[in-house]
């Protein structure tokens, strides 16, 4: 496509493209040795610096795959993580326009996937873990296929298969991405599908191969899922089967249903121009109420923007200039995110938007090759625009991060490098450092304090856990420990469910332990403590 569209918008793209990439960047990268969120970052940090010998019921072996990565500096690993991540996305952008063969300056229209990469995870819980490292992989790996297509070289087909192969492991329940993938290399080349199948498992296998060699045994792989079991029956009692019913309502209500039925009466209608031209319209009004929503209601956006790109991908079928491998490529673009997010364990909309880059790929591809009006790429290059304008706003909201990048002013030191903290932080860690530094033994009220822990060197029986007792007598006997072995720690503000968790009475002796108060603390401290 000579021509991406009339040159005023063509030099529009570029700029907004270019600008920003560049101002997200920096904003990321200037901000990244700030603040520290103290449950999920923590959580997933205590892995790698623990190298995962530590029990752990997940289904996720992200830190021993990413490793190599890995560095104790946090704000290093953070600068790394997001680099590989936003380069992957570039990566893939890239590997699509060429599959497609779009000629207009490739390299600028990829710098998309480096925008839309800063802007999704806005500068919080930027460690490798299992979601950004399943992206990491799945873009690598599909870019890999389709250079092997373009290129005709098998070879590159074996490293997709082999860097794909990780993902099996990196997070189990998001291995059914695989399946799309394995279907979109048997249609997009019918004639040598066998051969190009062939070599893909052969870098499948020699993938699985080297991660049982170098990285795990089989033994603590299947011993993970036999703990899993049991594990799943604590689950249950803390979360509920609700949330994934609704995220599969969601799934089929906003995006599954509607495209079927439009695909269906576009195949009564023989696909006929009329037909389509009708549901041009239906799009031009799903993307206009797409684009006030995002304006006026961002929070709630992304349902009409996942309608819009499903009935964009049908329109995009319906195209008669289109090959089929391009049409089995949007598919797999529109797949990809619901096969990562399958499994999180929280809600559809809640989830989905850390994948949003898939559908910003896949309307952008629908709109230069499907429209020429103006308008259509002047809508999105609007709320691309909006998005870059209101990412500064990141720097002075809390959100879930829980801290303020502003208010983050203290020099702390974590695993021996600074980072910088807000003033209530570091008096928190001042106030616990006497009682938990260096202890191996420590029960913590919730999940929102793994932090002090992770920067204090303390370790508890399990990471991330739910505060039941009947859970917590299950992981500290299987550690042939008894529960005065603990020291216990509340907060004011997440303190144990007296309904289900207090620590004088879950103890065999309670007449050893002592109760001390520091800061926003209480400290249950078993006499024998050192």
Known sequence: MNN?????????????????????????????????????????????????????????????????????????????????????????????????????????????????????????????????????????????????????????????????????????????????????????????????????????????????????????????????????????????KTFMVFWCIYLFLNGILPAVITLFILWRSKFSESSVKVLDKVLAVIGMITLGLFIFSSSWYIFSFILFAHLLAVRFWASKTESKENKYLIILILIIPYCLAFGSQTWFHLRLPVYKYYYFLLVFICLIRLYKNILW?????????????AFPDTLHIKGWKDFIFTEQTEKVKVNGYDLYLDKQRKKDLEDLRPYLQNQSNVIYSSNHLIGYLYILDANPPIYYYFPLKDYMHYIIKKLNKTPDDYIYIESNDYPFSPKEFVPLKFVNHPEHYKVIKTGRFTLYLPSQLK
């Open 377 to 389: 790429m002047s809508g999105y290059l609007v709320a691309v625009s909006l998005m870059i304008i």
């Open 4 to 240: 991406l569209l009339q040159n005023p918008v063509k030099i529009s793209i570029y700029f907004v493209f270019i600008i920003g990439s560049l101002l997200l960047a920096y904003l990321t990268y200037a901000n990244l040795d700030k603040g520290f969120i103290f449950n999920d970052e923590a959580y997933y940090l205590s892995y790698y610096k623990n190298k995962g010998e530590s029990l752990s019921f997940d289904r996720t072996n992200f830190f021993r795959i990413f490793r190599f990565l890995y560095t104790p500096n946090v704000y290093h690993f953070r600068i790394i993580s997001i680099t590989t991540l936003v380069l992957s996305n570039f990566l893939l952008c890239f590997s699509v326009f060429k599959y497609l063969n779009l000629k207009n300056n490739i390299f600028i229209l990829s710098l998309l996937g480096i925008l839309i990469g800063f802007e999704s995870w806005s500068i919080s819980n930027l460690i490798i873990h299992q979601y950004i490292g399943n992206t990491i992989l799945v873009n690598t790996g599909v870019s890999l296929i389709l250079i092997s297509l373009i290129t005709k070289r098998q070879i590159v087909q074996v490293l997709g298969g082999f860097v794909l192969a990780f993902v099996l492991f990196n997070g189990n329940s998001h291995s059914i991405v695989l399946a799309p993938i394995f279907a979109f290399i048997i249609l997009c080349d019918p004639k040598r599908w066998k051969a190009n199948i062939m070599w893909f498992l052969t870098g499948l296998i020699l993938g699985i191969l080297i991660y049982f060699t170098f990285l795990d045994t089989l033994d603590n792989f299947i011993d993970q899922f036999r703990f899993l079991k049991d594990y799943l029956g604590f689950h249950k009692k803390q979360h509920s």
